[in-house]
C-alpha cells in the first residue's frame, strides 16, 4: 500500500510499553487481555503495528484512550463522521482509602466488537465514493483480492486503517470504533488538585 510515509514514526508496541508502564501494568496482564502467549508477552511491545481490536482490548486494560490518542496525531485532519459521537458517559465516587476520586462506567467493556465488522464498514464507504473493487486496489496500490481480503475482514491493523481512512477521507476509527468505547479513568487528588490520567504527556 502507498502514501504510509507519515505512518513511519508510529510505533504501536511503543505506544502501549510507555502507558503500561506509567500504569505499572505487566506485558503478561496485556498478553492475557488478547489471549497472547505470556511466555512471549515482551513481544507485544516490540509489535509496529498491532490489530484494532487488540488495541482496544488493551486500552480498557490500561484505562487509557490508545485509539484516541492516535487519531488525534494522524487523523485529526479528517472530519469527523456524523454518526461519531464519542461516548462520555460517566459515574463518580471518593476512595477515602486511597484519597483519590474514581470515575467508572459500569457498561464499559468490549462487546460490541463482537457486532464490530470493520470490513464490511470500508466496503459501504467506498461504495459511497463509487469505488469498485479495482479502484480501491488502485487507489491502495494493492491487488484487487486484497482488497477483497479486507471487505471481509472482521478486524484490521490500525496503521492500515489510517492509510484507508485518509484514502477515502473516512475517519473509520472515530466512526467504528471510538463512538462506542468508553474507557473509566481515576483521577488522583494531589495537593487539593485533580489530575486526570487522560491528560498524561506523552513522549515517542
Known sequence: MKHDDFLKDLHIGEIIREIAKQKGVSSKKIADIISRDQNNADKIF????????????ISYLLEYHILDFITQKYLSHLPNPGNYVKATSRLMKFDIQKNEVVIFDP???????KKTHIGQH???VAKQNKWNIREMARQLNCSPSM?????KNKS??????????????YNF???????????????????????SLDSMQMRF
Open 173 to 195: 476509527i472515530a466512526a467504528v470504533y471510538l463512538s462506542q468505547t468508553t474507557i473509566a479513568f481515576a483521577l488522583d487528588i494531589v495537593d487539593g488538585c485533580m489530575l
Open 156 to 169: 484490521i491493523k490500525v496503521k492500515r486503517l489510517i492509510l484507508i481512512s485518509n484514502i477515502l477521507q
Open 122 to 124: 470500508i466496503k459501504e
Open 107 to 113: 457498561f464499559s467493556n468490549c462487546d460490541f466488537l
Open 46 to 57: 516490540r509489535l509496529n503495528d498491532i490489530n484494532v481490536e487488540d488495541v482496544v482490548r
Open 147 to 151: 482488497v477483497i481480503y479486507i471487505y
